[in-house]
């Protein structure tokens, strides 16, 4: 009786380590995912800011050198 209880505990124990593992692996994924949307606006503002000082240059007629 005593081997199939014991089974039965580290079965248990065995799901909920996973459970545990399971639920740190949701949260790093929603924090990679939070700083991806982050690191994207950035990109996108870094993009607009880029346009409109090549829009400013190219209509003033000024070059690079």
Do not use: H
């Amino acid at each position: 009786m005593f081997w199939p209880m014991l089974a039965i505990a580290l079965g248990f124990l065995g799901v909920a380590v996973l459970g545990v593992l399971a639920i740190k692996v949701f949260v790093e994924a929603q924090r990679l995912g939070r700083q991806v949307t982050t690191t994207t606006e950035r990109i996108n503002q870094a993009s607009e800011e880029l346009e409109r000082a090549a829009t400013r240059l190219a209509a003033t007629g000024d070059s690079l050198r």
